[in-house]
């Protein structure tokens, strides 16, 4: 299984970037988590990082035919980005919407994902947790 991991803007401050919100684990200590968790499961991951919504457009685009899934945190992307969600829209890998903080509890703006329909499912609000659990999916969906 192949799974590429997204992370959108300003995620690469994580650590420093409102710990209150985000937490403490720097984008590099998520990395590797995720890769632990990756270890014994025959799951190979990349990732990717970009603050350009067109940089994530072309990974998304690329990714066709040579994921099996893709695990997308899109950050305030999330809210406003139709080329994003078209993106998504005109590949066959599926995506999982994935975001550290609650965006529903926050603010008003937060709670409006124009990816969330487009994707296969979303986890919110439990922190780097939220990125094993789409990985799990991922492992359990092709079983």
């Known amino acids: 299984m192949n799974i590429l991991v997204l992370n959108g803007p ?3 401050l994580l650590g420093k970037r ?3 919100i985000y ?3 720097t984008l590099s200590d998520i990395e590797e988590r995720i ?3 990756c270890e014994n499961k025959g ?3 990349s990732f990717y990082q970009s603050n350009h919504e ?3 457009i072309d990974r998304i685009q690329e990714a066709d035919g040579k ?3 893709i695990i997308l945190n899109a950050g305030a992307y999330t809210h406003y980005s139709y080329a994003i969600r078209d993106a998504i829209s005109s590949i066959s890998v599926p995506v999982i919407e994935v975001h550290l903080s609650n965006i529903d509890a926050r603010e008003q703006f937060r709670s409006t ?3 969330a329909p487009v994707c296969k499912g979303r986890i919110t609000g439990l922190g780097s947790l939220g990125y094993l659990l789409a990985i799990d999916y991922f492992c359990y969906s092709q079983i």
């Open 18 to 20: 409102e710990p209150s």
């Open 35 to 37: 890769n632990r968790h």
């Open 43 to 45: 799951i190979s991951i």
């Open 67 to 69: 994921f099996d899934g």
């Open 23 to 25: 937490g403490t684990e």
């Open 54 to 56: 067109g940089d994530i």
């Open 10 to 12: 300003n995620l690469n």
């Open 113 to 115: 994902s124009v990816i």
